[in-house]
């Protein structure tokens, strides 16, 4: 394993779906996600970036999970989202999809998903967000969102939604409505305030939602949101970092939890004590390194 590998996910993105690499775009921001290609590939990009520069309107919309709390995974993003913020003055919208995760048992209640998007707004605020530009989107108490996802659910099909996410008649009939209520998400900058320009920086693993909302987009004539691809990044394992893996860095972490969980980390020592002193360790097997390095 080679962390410093592109992971079939993002590959996929450019070889089967269309994507274009970052590192061909003429122009792009000098922030240190674009600048060490940890973000690696996108959609519409240059024509997002075109706008900001002009002075149009513009904005950032970042969805998170109520599900979970705030890990390493997540800071390419978020940092990104900051940059513009600061940089630039764009209101970042960010849906905290509590009714998802109750829709698919990530959490028992509906009661639970709702205190958990209320600890995620205050986290991201904590992490530095501005409290006049920042707008949350928690569908439990912005219902009228609801409203905007019955306008779109006419311009996508049970078939498009059964392909993209491979639903069966097994599964209960929130799932296959939640593309729709995802899609509101993402156009409600452009329904609500006319911003038409938006960005939404996402993991390979969600570029299925937006597909669905780019089709969307140009079936009801509102323009297509552009979209920033941030690499695979490894959790203690190696694997995808996430909380249901255990493998996370969160930020709520103390030190002494944190020197644990590194100290326990998928290193890049070879199998035995001879082999290590002979050859010397891997640093491109070594998560450690890899978060020092990105």
Known sequence: MNLQEIPQENKNLINKFGAKLVSKLKKKPKFYTFDRDIIYSHRDFDKFFSSL??????????????????????????????????????????????????????????????????????????????????????????????????????????????????????????????????????????????????????????????????????????????ILHVKFFPGLDGKKMSKSRNNAIFLSDNERTIRIKVNKAHSGGRETIAEHKKYGGNPNKDVSIFYLKN
């Open 53 to 226: 520069e002009k002075g149009e309107k513009c904005a950032i919309l970042s969805g998170f999970n109520a599900s979970g709390t705030i890990h390493l995974g997540h800071k390419p993003v978020f940092d990104t989202n900051l940059f513009f913020q600061k940089k630039y003055g764009l209101p970042v919208f960010i849906p905290i999809s509590d009714d998802e995760s109750y829709v698919t048992g990530k959490v028992d209640t509906q009661e639970e998903a709702l205190e958990n998007s209320k600890k995620l707004a205050r986290e991201l605020l904590a992490y530095g967000f501005d409290p006049l530009k920042t707008f949350f989107i928690i569908d439990q108490i912005y219902t009228n969102i609801y409203n905007l996802a019955i306008k779109l659910s006419k311009k996508v099909t049970l078939s498009e939604i059964k392909a993209t996410y491979g639903y069966t008649n097994d599964n209960n009939p929130g799932l296959f409505f939640y593309p729709a209520i995802q899609s509101a998400h993402i156009l409600f900058p452009q329904e609500i305030y006319g911003i038409k320009n938006v960005l939404v920086p996402i993991g390979p693993d969600e570029d299925n939602h937006i597909r669905i909302s780019r089709d969307i987009a140009s079936r009801m004539n509102y323009r297509k949101p552009s």
